[in-house]
C-alpha cells in the first residue's frame, strides 16, 4: 500500500551507531537508507513511500547502543498527519510522546494480518474522528 512517511531521527553525538543505518543492508526488516542531515548534533532522514518497507524500523533503533539513549528523538511524519509525531526513549523502548493539542487515531483492525498495520493518524483534538477511528490502538502489531 502506498503511504509516504518521512522520519528524522536526532541522537547527538550518534554518528558511529547511524552510520550503518546509511548503507543498504539486505538483512533489516526495514528498507532504505538514512542520509545525514549533516548537522551538528547529530540528525538523518529517511523517506518511505509504502507501508511493507519500514517494518521493524522502531525495533531495530530501539536495539542500538546509544551514546545516550535519552537524548535519541524520533520524528515520524505519515502521509496525513498534522504534524510530526515524536517518539523518545523510555526504559529502551521508543515510545510516542503526548503532543499537546494533538492525538492519535486509529481505524478498527484488519480481520487478517495480510495487509500491514497501520499507524494511525496524528490529528488536532479538535478534527473530529472519522467513523470507526478511536484513540486505542486497534491492532496488535507494531507499525513501525
Known amino acids: 500500500m502506498s503511504r509516504i512517511a518521512q522520519v528524522i531521527v536526532l541522537a547527538p553525538y550518534a554518528d ?74 523510555r526504559a529502551g523502548a521508543l515510545t510516542e510522546v503526548q503532543l499537546p493539542g494533538h492525538r492519535r487515531l486509529y481505524p478498527p483492525a484488519p480481520a487478517t494480518d495480510e495487509f500491514p498495520p497501520d499507524p494511525g493518524w496524528l490529528c488536532r483534538t479538535e478534527t473530529a474522528a472519522p467513523s470507526g477511528y478511536s484513540t486505542e490502538r486497534r491492532d496488535h502489531r507494531p507499525a513501525w
Open 16 to 89: 558511529e551507531v547511524m552510520d550503518p543505518l546509511t548503507r543498504p543492508d539486505p538483512a533489516r526488516s526495514w528498507q532504505g537508507c538514512f542520509e545525514s542531515l549533516g548537522m551538528f548534533v547529530g540528525g538523518w532522514l529517511i523517506e518511505f513511500d509504502r507501508m511493507r518497507p519500514r517494518e521493524g524500523l522502531m525495533r531495530h533503533l530501539e536495539s542500538l547502543a546509544w551514546p545516550d539513549p535519552t537524548s535519541v528523538q524520533v520524528l515520524i511524519h505519515d502521509e496525513d498527519d498534522d504534524c510530526f509525531g515524536l517518539w523518545m526513549m
